[in-house]
């Protein structure tokens, strides 16, 4: 069992940056491929990122690459998504999510879901 925890969302302008932090639970984290995905307002949850459990290999959306970075401590049992220069479609609520296979977009591959961040960014 593994429970995820976000934070780091909030309001920022345009062009701006943020990073969310999701902290997980159990000594099992380091075995888990973790992921980053997003809701925006109206439309379905997407793929955003994803690392493999210890870090050597990531893979991002097309809408995000070089702007929005997913890198992981499994010392501190905690995954990041790093976003630079944010756009106001990049408004969303944001989920980590914690699973058994790595390199997939598909959320439900993923076994543990957090509650999610909002982030929202004004123009």
């Known amino acids: 069992q593994v429970q995820l925890v976000e934070s780091g969302g909030g309001l920022v302008q345009a062009g701006g940056s943020l990073r969310l932090s999701c902290a997980a639970s159990g000594s099992t984290f380091s075995s888990y491929a973790m992921g980053w995905f997003r809701q925006p307002p109206g439309k379905e949850r997407e793929f955003v990122g994803a690392i493999s459990s210890r870090g050597a290999s990531t893979y991002h959306a097309d809408s995000v690459k070089g702007r929005l970075t997913i890198s992981r401590d499994n010392a501190k049992n905690t995954v990041y998504l790093q976003m630079n220069s944010l756009k106001p479609e990049d408004t969303a609520v944001y989920y980590c999510?914690?699973?058994?296979?790595?390199?997939?977009?598909?959320?439900?591959?993923?076994?543990?879901w957090g509650q999610g961040t909002q982030v929202t960014v004004s123009s």
């Open positions: 999510a914690a699973g058994r296979t790595f390199g997939t977009t598909r959320a439900a591959v993923y076994d543990y």
